[in-house]
């Protein structure tokens, strides 16, 4: 079973450009998951998805991020304009249903330096 | 407002010996717990979990205890091996709730030959 595939791996912006991410979970995989992870730093939730509607965008900051799920499978994130505290780890990961018992499946992550 | 807190940033064991990874949680509303390991330059990867309905999850060299009352669990790994070298997060849901998890900051293992 292919696991969840992102891309870029690596990228490096100047602050106050754009930039965006692509994730493809796992296959029949319901619910998806955008983590910020700042150095030093545990994951933290972004945005989740159950299909393509959103479920929790709370800690998501709208003024410059915006995600969305095409067709209920592969996700974009973007970062328009970026800032220097934007450096970080995007993580995706996916889970079956979305349940609090679900286990989630990560990817390996895009490392975003914002210089 | 961190509400699982890993205070151990990083552990060294030699080979062969126990390693204990700690956590701890303030949310009392959590009754599901996870462990994930992650490598450099990979996303985390699923170790092992526990339901609140237990206060022990044994899955070959790895335990996890669970204690309650404490708000606090562990993680064993019996016997350490240097492959065991990794980051350690801990995790915490709400398991009837449809929310994502609550991680902490991780803590280092390092394990020495």
């Known amino acids: 079973e292919a696991g969840v595939a992102q891309s870029p791996r690596y990228k490096i912006i100047e602050k106050r450009q754009s930039v965006a991410f692509w994730c493809n979970p796992i296959s029949g995989h319901a619910t998806l998951y955008w983590y910020q992870q700042i150095l030093g730093q545990g994951p933290k939730l972004l945005i989740q998805f159950q299909n393509n509607g959103v479920v929790d965008d709370s800690q998501l900051p709208k003024d410059r991020f915006s995600a969305e799920r095409l067709k209920g499978v592969d996700s974009t994130l973007k970062i328009q304009p970026a800032k220097l505290e934007d450096s970080a780890v995007y993580l995706c990961?996916?889970?079956?249903?979305?349940?609090?018992?679900?286990?989630?499946?990560f990817g390996p992550g895009t490392r975003l330096t914002v210089l | 407002d961190q509400q699982v807190k890993q205070n151990s940033p990083s552990l060294s064991v030699q080979e062969g010996r126990i390693s204990i990874l700690n956590c701890d949680y303030t949310?009392?509303?959590?009754?599901?717990f996870l462990w994930y390991k992650k490598y450099p330059a990979e996303g985390p990867t699923f170790l092992i979990s526990i339901s609140s309905i237990k206060d022990k999850n044994e899955d070959g060299r790895f335990t996890v205890f669970l204690n309650k009352s404490a708000k606090h669990l562990s993680l064993h790994i019996v016997p350490s091996q240097p492959g065991d070298s990794a980051v350690y997060f801990c995790a915490a849901s709400v398991s009837n709730s449809g929310y994502a998890l609550n991680f902490g900051k991780g803590t280092s293992l390092l394990v020495t030959p």
């Open positions: 949310n009392s509303m959590f009754d599901y």
């Open positions: 990961a996916s889970s079956p249903m979305g349940v609090g018992t679900d286990t989630q499946y």
